[in-house]
């Protein structure tokens, strides 16, 4: 078997060539920011203004100074490759330094490669040192550039789709070293082309490999996509090529150049190729490979033939045998990713009747670009980029103005949502030396409820469209040279007390009088003495009937006042502030009307009974008493009410109202009619029917989204840390809320878990990690989720019955091991899903549950990927086709079916 080892770091020796032919181009006359053939390239650091054409390839190069206003230039040692290879630019100053490409360049919906290039050179003299910086694609992660050889060529690419009229090409400076950049490239592609990048998916190349070539590098004109297509030799391989052209099919959805596909490996004294590769160190890697295939030997009239079969990771890749098309280029892809794995690996292996070996032509790897970041809504953006161009502004205010949160423009304040983008609530433009009129672009932050201008040298009159901004709740232009009228919605608003208008310090600025066209003030009547008498005797009467209520309510609410613990029960007598809660307080005796006496149980737990309720309004709510044994204890029952009253989301309980007398403690929370999931796996639902597969994925994904709002949503996040499936709650229409905070503890940030010498949960959810460190964190959550996902794909409980009771994760891995999927979904549901959405789902269930929290995914990532698993599942129920995720495609065309299952082409 020849077995071939990917390493995702090459030998700078592998790079010579294209970096010869890099250095070969001239400076030329100024040139278009795009060329003829649709490409952009930028030669970081070179004068600005400045162009050249390449020569060898015909690209034009243009210089990167109307992408980006920070950084400075640099020049490479003299001593490096070339003499003409000798710019970059670099980041000494900033966190996050982006450049931003826009249209006509860029178009929104567009797919293009989108490639950086580094080469240190030793431009610092500071060669030896540590180097290592982050690279962003716009609000999300890209990769990490790390130098370690100062004349290697770095290269980063990655296949995308625009969602907007511009992106922005982000270098983060992580601590170590000055972020530096040599060149970008974009390269527009058919939308057609590499069919797994999408508006919500951006692949990160791995590598690209030309088999066969025993040295050298091709891309373009070879490549007309210009991607870098590199040699790979390997001593278990045996070479092959042809002189003749390999044509490309049909709607081909690659587009490998023939000179690529001329050439390939087969392997020496074996029947079987095998490509193995490892993922990144503390990546959370989906990876996407690639495999260019075609018959170069003319095998017609001979007595020869080639089939083989392709596995992944053991696992038939393709229901059906490979036969290679002569002079055709093919391809064997997915459209998702292969489940994680500590190790891969491809195999071609020959039929036990074929005469030759396996052929791969050439191979592609991608992984996928994380993508937890959400930018800024475009309108916010939009305004944001024509204020800074209006004033020019010089501060850092690069990529997207509000996420990710950690590189915030300065002066901006944003609000976070998980269902929106991003948007700006306060714009603080004090003291920035802005001049000129104020522009109408500031009406466009329809969010913007802190609008701070003061302190300019701003001339004109105050735009009447600031009316508009519904949320506006202060207005500072104090300190500048306006003039006019100031509109007279605003002046209303202020006077409503909508809004704080600050005007002082515009001496050419009036708000009342003739001669700014306001209307004046009317004349004062005279008021008669009886009416006077009345006004005085009025607000007397008034203030005195107040006080009498006031006393009334104190008196009869007296005893919930206080600190001290009453001697009868050991319940806590709260004081005003130790339970500040905003929703309804309800009496013992109205918890009694609305549960009939208490009549009816819908469960209990360690903190008491739950009661069923009616309120007045024929509103069904469920009542949680806190018994004087409960084994939770009043700490926990008050941490619940706390945590209720300050979380609001869709998919966590409603809190209505709370009791807090001396006697009775109670929370009163919307019903949830159909019990908990819990209830319903283990077929103790009123209903006998099982859920089915897209029910259940709709309440892991509406479970996800409330636990994604606490880790994310609040303020301060919450780690629940009782997440199981007794705890989510279904209503009427299966709609899953997450339930009992008793246990929840804020935290600050993902660095800033809590130790505890007390672990608490429930076995079989709890993180063994945290069960080891008393470290919490929200991938303490992470873990328990996992195995309630697991818990609806199997059906079975976390803790599997039987002779060792192994846990749910084992019980799965171990039939996993055996290749076959069907062994680990629930039976019950009779073979009813899509088997290539169940395959994510475990996937998704098996990176939750990671024994180390660094390898979980966060909710964000969990919420994402489940909602493509429903795209998968609702494709599958629509078009009623239940083919295998292992099984060949035939046809050319693309068709809905097929895009969610390994290709050939």
């Not at 030998?11 to 010869?20: A, E, G, M, T, V």
């Not at 600031?466 to 009228?485: E, I, P, R, V």
């Not at 409503?496 to 004062?524: F, I, Y």
């Not at 009542?623 to 004087?628: A, D, G, P, T």
Request: charged fraction near 15%; glycine fraction near 6%.
């Amino acid at each position: 078997m020849a077995i071939a080892y990917i390493k995702k770091k090459m030998d700078s020796r592998f790079w010579w060539p294209i970096l010869f032919a890099l250095t070969m181009a001239s400076p030329g006359a100024l040139s278009q920011s795009t060329d003829a053939l649709g490409f952009l390239s930028i030669d970081c650091g070179i004068e600005p203004g400045s162009s050249y054409v390449d020569p060898l390839t015909n690209i034009s190069y243009v210089s990167d100074a109307s992408f980006i206003d920070t950084g400075v230039n640099r020049n490479i040692s003299g001593d490096s490759l070339s003499p003409k290879l000798r710019t970059l630019r670099a980041f000494p100053n900033g966190t996050r330094n982006c450049y931003t490409i826009r249209s006509p360049v860029v178009a929104r919906g567009s797919k293009y490669l989108l490639r950086a290039l580094f080469l240190y050179g030793n431009y610092d003299g500071l060669d030896g040192q540590p180097l290592a910086f982050d690279l962003h694609f716009g609000v999300n992660y890209w990769d990490s550039v790390s130098v370690t050889d100062s004349t290697f060529f770095y290269v980063k690419e990655t296949i995308m789709v625009a969602t907007a009229r511009y992106f922005s090409v982000c270098l983060v400076n992580t601590g170590t070293g000055t972020p530096f950049i040599s060149r970008i490239d974009l390269r527009p592609l058919k939308d057609s082309l590499y069919p797994t990048a999408n508006k919500r998916r951006s692949l990160v190349l791995f590598n690209r490999w030309n088999l066969g070539m025993e040295s050298g590098y091709i891309w373009y004109p070879a490549d007309p996509l210009d991607r870098f297509w590199g040699s790979w030799s390997f001593p278990g391989w045996n070479y092959v090529s042809t002189n003749s052209t390999v044509r490309n099919l049909p709607q081909d959805l690659f587009e490998v150049p023939s000179v690529v596909m001329q050439t390939a490996v087969t392997p020496i004294n074996s029947s079987s190729i095998l490509i193995t590769w490892d993922p990144l160190p503390g990546a959370v890697n989906q990876f996407f490979p690639i495999l260019h295939i075609s018959e170069i030997l003319d095998l017609a009239g001979t007595n020869q033939s080639r089939q083989f079969n392709i596995y992944m990771n053991g696992i038939h890749w393709l229901g059906d045998i490979m036969t290679p098309k002569y002079l055709y280029s093919d391809a064997v892809y997915s459209l998702l990713p292969f489940p994680s794995s500590p190790t891969y690996n491809i195999s071609l292996e020959a039929l036990s009747n074929s005469t030759l070996p396996p052929i791969l032509n050439a191979f592609e790897l991608y992984v996928t670009m994380s993508n937890t970041s959400v930018p800024s809504d475009a309108g916010d953006v939009d305004a944001m980029t024509v204020i800074k161009e209006w004033y020019r502004i010089q501060r850092n205010w690069m990529g997207d103005p509000c996420s990710p949160s950690a590189f915030v423009w300065d002066g901006l304040n944003c609000t976070y949502s998980l269902s929106n983008s991003p948007r700006v609530t306060a714009l603080n433009l004090s003291s920035s030396g802005l001049t000129g009129e104020i522009t109408k672009s500031v009406a466009s932050f329809s969010a913007l409820q802190y609008l701070d201008l003061s302190y300019n040298n701003l001339t004109g009159q105050i735009p009447n469209e600031l009316a508009n901004l519904s949320s506006l709740k202060l207005l500072d232009l104090t300190g500048n040279q306006l003039n006019g009228s100031v509109p007279s919605n605003l002046l209303e608003m202020a006077q409503n007390g909508l809004l704080t208008l600050r005007l002082d310090g515009n001496p050419h600025l009036c708000n009342n009088g003739t001669s700014c066209n306001v209307m004046p003030a009317p004349k004062k009547k005279k008021i008669s003495t009886p009416v006077i008498v009345i006004l005085c005797i009025v607000p007397v009467l008034i203030l005195l009937a107040v006080t009498i209520i006031v006393w009334k309510v104190s008196k009869t609410q007296g005893l919930r006042k206080g600190s001290s613990v009453d001697p009868h029960n050991g319940f806590p007598k709260q004081t005003n502030n130790v339970l500040q809660l905003e929703n309804h307080q309800f009496t013992y005796m109205e918890l009694q009307n609305i549960t009939n006496n208490f009549q009816k149980i819908l469960g209990k737990g360690g903190f008491g009974f739950v009661f069923h309720g009616h309120l007045e309004d024929g509103i069904q709510v469920a009542v949680k008493m806190l018994s004087q044994s409960s084994s939770q204890g009043t700490k926990e029952f008050l941490a619940e009410a706390q945590h209720l009253t300050r979380v609001h989301h869709r998919n966590l309980v409603s809190f209505i109202g709370y009791c807090n007398e001396v006697n009775h403690l109670a929370l009163v929370y919307e019903f949830m009619s159909q019990g908990t999931l819990q209830d319903h796996l283990r077929g103790r639902a009123n209903n006998a029917r099982a859920l089915t597969w897209r029910q259940r994925l709709h309440i892991a994904i509406d479970a996800a989204q409330g636990l994604e709002y606490l880790h994310k949503g609040c303020k301060p996040p919450l780690v629940h840390r009782d997440v199981k499936s007794g705890n989510i709650l279904l209503s009427e229409t299966l709609e899953a809320k997450i339930a009992d905070f008793g246990l929840s503890k804020a935290f600050l940030s993902e660095t800033n878990s809590h130790i505890s010498t007390l672990v608490v949960g429930t076995p079989g959810y709890l993180d063994p990690e945290y069960c080891n460190t008393f470290q919490l964190s929200e991938k303490s959550d992470v873990y328990s989720y996992g195995v309630v996902l697991l818990e609806l794909i199997t059906g079975l409980p976390p803790i599997v019955p039987g002779i060792e009771n192994v846990h749910l994760t084992q019980w799965v891995l171990q039939r996993l091991d055996k290749g076959n999927i069907e062994d680990v979904v629930d039976p019950r549901l009779e073979g009813e899903y899509d088997i290539n959405c169940v395959w994510k789902c475990v996937d998704i269930a098996l990176k939750c549950t990671a024994q180390r929290s660094q390898q979980r995914s966060n909710m964000t990532e969990v919420a994402m990927q489940l909602k493509e698993s429903l795209e998968l599942e609702n494709s599958h129920y629509n078009s009623g086709n239940n083919q295998n995720l292992y099984s060949k495609i035939s046809n050319v065309s693309l068709n809905s079916a097929e895009i969610f299952e390994p290709k050939v082409r």
